[in-house]
């Protein structure tokens, strides 16, 4: 047992692990690493740290669920940093929302509102690279009749679209809110089948910086989502947020052909 795990509240596995956890992300911003940057060996980390191997390990297991480092195993592997994705936000923020009792017509509720305010100011930016995969997505989309695929699709449509805002707060809350509506809805077929004509004209808009004809069809391109949540009539809408569902949902659906998911 190291120095730093014979205090008073070190406790291997416990509290001293979470602490390294954090040293090493505070390290990692000083040094200023970006994703793919390997981090130091295990003796080397471990004589940095004064933590034990156990306590080590489990630090990089830590920072592993939270996306914030990739071990590899084998030549050249080891522990390198990361890039977390809507995939971490969406698991974290369902665990909380089960116990709270959230249901979809929450999550539609947030998205309604979000959704319009990503679009406005992705028109704002007017980026020409997020036009263009938006409109490749949209024609991936059109192209398609494949309801699982328009489903994965439409998923990366709206992450594409949260992502062209500039805001990384919004593309990672509204993706996950996306990915959680399709863990919930993933049984019933997908709701926006018929909205390519509105889709397209939103693609239209933002490349034109028509910011409140862009809000406009965000909105409009969740209506067939949000309609039977004004009406009241949809049993669905009650279905509460479960996280196993959620959390799995990654690595149920087979996404190599929407390469930009994370």
């Not at 936000?89 to 017509?105: D, E, H, K, N």
């Not at 992502?163 to 019933?188: F, Y």
């Amino acid at each position: 047992m190291s120095r730093a795990e014979r205090g008073p509240t070190g406790t291997a596995g416990g509290s001293v692990p979470r602490m390294t956890a954090r040293r090493m992300m505070r390290e990692a911003v000083a040094r200023r690493l970006v994703p793919g940057d390997r981090l130091a060996s295990e003796p080397t980390l471990m004589s940095y740290f004064d933590v034990s191997r156990g306590s080590l390990r489990e630090a990089l297991r830590v920072l592993s669920y939270l996306g914030a480092i990739d071990v590899r195993s084998g030549p050249g592997g080891g522990p390198r940093i990361a890039r977390p994705g809507p995939r971490v936000v969406g698991s974290a923020l369902a665990i909380a929302l089960q116990f709270r009792g959230t249901t979809m017509r929450g999550l539609l509720e947030a998205r309604t509102e979000l959704e319009p305010v990503a679009a406005r100011m992705a028109a704002r930016r007017g980026d020409p690279a997020d036009v263009a995969m938006l409109r490749a997505c949209h024609q991936r989309l059109a192209a398609s009749a494949a309801s699982a695929h328009r489903q994965r699709e439409c998923l990366e449509f709206h992450r594409l679209l949260a992502a062209a805002s500039g805001n990384d707060v919004l593309e990672l809350v509204l993706t996950a809110l996306a990915w959680m509506c399709g863990a919930l809805d993933r049984a019933r077929p997908e709701p926006e089948d018929r909205c390519d004509a509105t889709r397209d004209a939103l693609v239209v808009a933002i490349a034109a910086g028509d910011a409140a004809g862009a809000a406009a069809l965000a909105a409009a391109l969740l209506d067939t989502t949000t309609g039977p949540l004004r009406d009241g009539a949809a049993r669905a809408l009650d279905e509460r947020v479960s996280w196993p569902d959620v959390d799995e949902l990654p690595d149920i659906e087979d996404r190599k052909d929407v390469a930009t998911w994370t």
